[in-house]
C-alpha cells in the first residue's frame, strides 16, 4: 500500500460543476415542493396551516433529496485531487 506525499488541491471544475446543478435541481425540488403542498392542501381541504405543515413536510423531503445528490455528485466528480 503506498501512500501519496503531495498535498490535495481543490479541482475548481469539478466544484463549478456540482454547484451549478445543486442550484438547477435545488429551484425544481423546492419550488415542486412548495406548489405540491399549495395544491395537496387544496385537494384535500386543509386549512392555512395544514398548508403550512405540508409545505414543511415536502420542504424536508427536498433538503434529504438534495443532501443524496450533493454526496453522490462528489463520488462521480471528486472536489479534490492529488498534485
Known amino acids: 500500500m503506498t501512500t ?5 488541491r481543490i479541482y475548481w471544475p469539478s466544484v463549478i460543476t456540482v454547484i451549478s446543478a445543486a442550484i438547477l435541481i435545488g429551484a425544481e425540488v423546492f419550488g415542486a415542493a412548495f406548489a405540491g403542498g399549495w395544491a395537496l392542501s387544496i385537494l384535500f381541504g386543509l386549512s392555512t396551516t395544514g398548508e403550512h405543515i405540508l409545505q414543511v413536510c415536502l ?25
Open 4 to 8: 501519496s506525499t503531495a498535498p490535495r
Open 59 to 83: 420542504f424536508l423531503g427536498g433538503v434529504a433529496i438534495m443532501v443524496a445528490f450533493l454526496r453522490t455528485a462528489q463520488r462521480v466528480e471528486p472536489f479534490t485531487r492529488r498534485g
